[in-house]
């Protein structure tokens, strides 16, 4: 009887040893599993920056839009038709060619942007509202469309074209010369400071206010004072053909740099930082009791819908860096084509239309990096957007305008030492994307480290116990070696193969 007594306490022992190994064998897969879900979440957050379908879900009802949010197609074209019947069948006719052909020009772009607004499709901003933006597009489709036919111009015949908007306008302006006598104390002069007073104006607080915007669109403060330092470059390269580029020193880097492009940058990263933390939930106005609640939320709609920050990692991979690098160059090349335009169809520096293309510009290029960065996180998106293919092409169309009509200046060659260093930083840009992007590129993504977790042992083992270097770990492997094919064959293990694993480590820990 004692002999049948010790057989039946050695089966139950090895019956309970055996499920105690099935069930710490069930609890380590299932560790492991999410332990290699968390992995693979931290990796897809490195590779995406933005849950984009969680934006694609997070829009507007449309089963119950508010009357704001409507259309209103059929109302538009009644309206638009009613204007033309009038124009053609009850208006007397003015016998001014002059008159008639500013009015229907201005009435056919009315038309075109008001048949935008109404029936292009949507961007990717909804405040304060998506017709501000379909507005923005139209008149920038628009516009690429005049500056391609005032590319087939003359210089002259472009500039009398501009009379048409103002008649001051096409008349040759002076550049003023920023440099000359650029000491901060002139001792000489009745006004000691009159150079300081001189170079402050009107455009210190335009060039803060830019860098505040760009800040804000880029939405990342690195990127934009690298734009800010190449352009101070980019001046003292091109003060040879443009007089307005020849500036003081302590203009270049105290005043721009610093003071304004700083300041505006800074600006700009505390306004990131406030609409970064800003919760975002959005009620109707007439759901809110109060009048301060209606008025804070009719400001609201002025702000963000929501939030996205624009992790750029351009160093992340080579795509990136070249989408960073090129990004770059076009947002240079249209602060180049803002003076050079000025230069070439002779626009003075204070008029309207200055401000008024950087303004559009400045909503163009919040669209176009909204869309070039979904492009470049979103696995999904496989195509350059709408505003961003439209942007292009008007710094495009820009640039081979101020080269075409301005081609005496353009053609003027760099100094010999200037051309030398920029050669010398087109050549370490090469080398650096060479070296960083195919040199020293990883060939291999090194495996997740897993935990060396013993099961089975009577003896209490900690979870985080780690095998010495050459200890056989629970699975009969010798701990770091790749152990990733016989994992598979953990989970087809009999009770029989668990059981000799158990009396393997019995011994060892004994």
Known sequence: MEVVDGAMQAVDGAIDNAKNA???????????VKLQKMKSDSMCRLKTAHNWQEVKENVEDPDAPSYFWRAHTVTVLLVLICCLVYTAL???PVNDSTYNAKRGFVAALFFWVTLGMTIMPDGPFLRPHPALWRFTFAFGVFYELLLIYILFQTPVDARKLLKYIDGDLGEPIPEKDYGGNCRLYDGDNEDPWHNIKDK???FMVAHLAGYWCKTIIF?????????SIMFEFLEYSLEHQLPNFSECWWDHWILDVVICNGGGTILGVYTLRWLSMKTYYWRGLYEIPTYRGKIKRFFGQFS???WIEFTWNPLSSYERWIAIVCITIVFLITELNTFYLKFVLWIPPNHILNPVRLLFILLWGAVSLRETFQLLDDPNCDKLGRQSWVMIAIVVTELLICIKFGWSTI??????HIALWWVLGAALLLLYTVVKFYLLKPYYIPRPEKENIRMGSPINTPAE?????GEVDGNGYEVGEDNTEQAGDKNSLTQAG?????LREDKKDL
């Open 200 to 202: 402050v104006d009107i």
């Open 22 to 32: 099935m069930d710490n064998a069930i609890h380590r897969i299932k560790k492991e």
């Open 304 to 306: 963000p819908h929501g």
């Open 411 to 416: 053609t003027k060659p760099l100094p010999r």
């Open 90 to 92: 009850i208006e007397n």
């Open 465 to 469: 116990h780690k095998g010495l270097p």
């Open 498 to 502: 668990l059981f000799t694993n158990q």
């Open 219 to 227: 939405r990342d403060w690195w990127l934009t004072t690298v734009i």
